[in-house]
């Protein structure tokens, strides 16, 4: 079976700081890795995703995520944020063989201050 | 517009009663999903179905039953068995094509039963 493990359930930054957002995984077999931005009320957006290839991932709105496999990690990174990205972030796997099920993390509510 | 549909926003129900749930998708995707998100637990598998007249219990599948007779459409029923029905209701769809793979989620329900 996969686990996600999101290791902050809370980041505060301020306006036009860097910021990152932690993602480990578990999973004995190879896995596609995901993040997806909630806004509030919302449904999932998807921001980037890992299928394979390069391990640097860049996605929507200046996000990029790195997949490090040795660490099984795959951490969100933005080098300057906006008030707009507070929101919910919630990094997911899912194997590469079999049914396309994710396995969600917990979430990170990023809240930017001005 | 392609896109997930579900119906309707925000659903209260008395206690002991059942209630569905609608998804609609004109995305021609084969894949089906309804997951639950409550606070700080991110989103759990309810069920999913990858072609029709088929589907398989995800991790939380009891109290909840679905059916999928049409490729559009999967509607959720929460049962009066569910414990716990107030939460977050999620639907998504994807397909697999190659680096084209992902799940588009819908903007959600949001049940209370009280």
């Known amino acids: 079976a996969q686990s996600v493990t999101q290791l902050d359930s809370q980041v505060p930054v301020f306006e036009e700081a860097p910021v990152e957002l932690r993602c480990n995984y578990s999973?004995?077999?190879?896995?596609?890795l995901f993040w997806y931005v909630q806004y509030p009320n919302q449904g999932l957006q998807l921001l980037l995703k890992?299928?394979?290839?390069?391990?640097l991932v860049k996605g929507i709105n200046g996000f990029e995520a790195e997949f490090n496999k040795s660490q099984t990690s795959f951490h969100l990174r933005k080098p300057s944020v906006h008030i707009s990205d507070t929101a919910e972030y919630f990094c997911?796997?899912?194997?590469?063989?079999?049914?396309?099920?994710?396995?969600f993390g917990q979430g990170t509510r990023l809240t930017i201050n001005p | 517009d392609g896109g997930i549909t579900q119906s309707p926003k925000y659903l209260f129900r008395k206690e002991g009663q059942n209630v569905t749930l609608s998804c609609e998708q004109n995305?021609?995707?084969?894949?089906m999903y309804w997951y639950r998100q409550d606070p700080g637990q991110g989103l759990r598998l309810i069920y999913y179905?990858?072609?029709?007249?088929?589907?398989q219990k995800g991790d939380i599948a009891e109290g909840y039953s679905v059916s999928r007779e049409k490729k559009e459409s999967f509607p959720l029923t929460v049962t009066s068995a569910q414990k716990n029905p107030t939460a977050f209701y999620l639907c998504?769809?994807?397909?697999?094509?190659?680096?084209?793979?992902?799940?588009?989620f819908g903007p959600g329900t949001r049940l209370t039963v009280t």
């Open positions: 998504a769809s994807s397909m697999f094509l190659g680096t084209r793979y992902e799940q588009y």
């Open positions: 999973s004995s077999v190879s896995v596609y």
């Open positions: 890992y299928l394979s290839g390069s391990t």
């Open positions: 997911a796997v899912s194997t590469v063989q079999g049914a396309q099920k994710l396995v």
């Open positions: 995305l021609n995707h084969d894949a």
């Open positions: 179905s990858q072609i029709v007249n088929d589907f």
